[in-house]
Nanobody
């Protein structure tokens, strides 16, 4: 059974940095893109960043392109996905979700992801 577990969220001040992690287990993920999405209260889930199956390509939403870095580690039994966030802003406040894509290639469409974590809360406030 596929399981994705996010960690690393918390309450930080504007300008701070935070690193989110996701541990994915239950099958091999080296043939799947992975991504981070987020959902703020009253808003739709939105794409934050994605990485292709072998880590060679990444993509970012405009909101985080110069502040966020996505990376992955395709382990044998567990794959790890990371999101390094810097210069955080109050508008980055949301629940952040790790997701596994249904193809090898990055998509910004959440419908192209078929496994999701439970989410981790990130709150940016002074």
């Amino acid at each position: 059974q596929v399981q994705l577990v996010e960690s690393g969220g918390g309450l930080v001040q504007p300008g701070d940095s935070l690193r989110l992690s996701c541990a994915a287990s239950g099958r091999t993920f080296s043939d799947s893109a992975m991504g981070w999405f987020r959902q703020a209260p009253g808003k739709e889930r939105e794409f934050v960043a994605g990485v292709n199956w072998n880590g060679a390509a990444t993509d970012y939403a405009a909101s985080g392109r110069d502040r966020f870095t996505i990376s992955r580690d395709n382990g044998d039994d567990t794959a790890y996905l990371y999101l390094q966030m810097s210069s955080l802003k109050p508008e980055d406040t949301a629940v952040y979700y790790c997701a596994v894509g249904s193809t090898r290639y990055i998509s910004t469409d959440y419908a192209m992801y078929n496994a999701w974590g439970q989410g981790t809360q990130v709150t940016v406030s002074s």
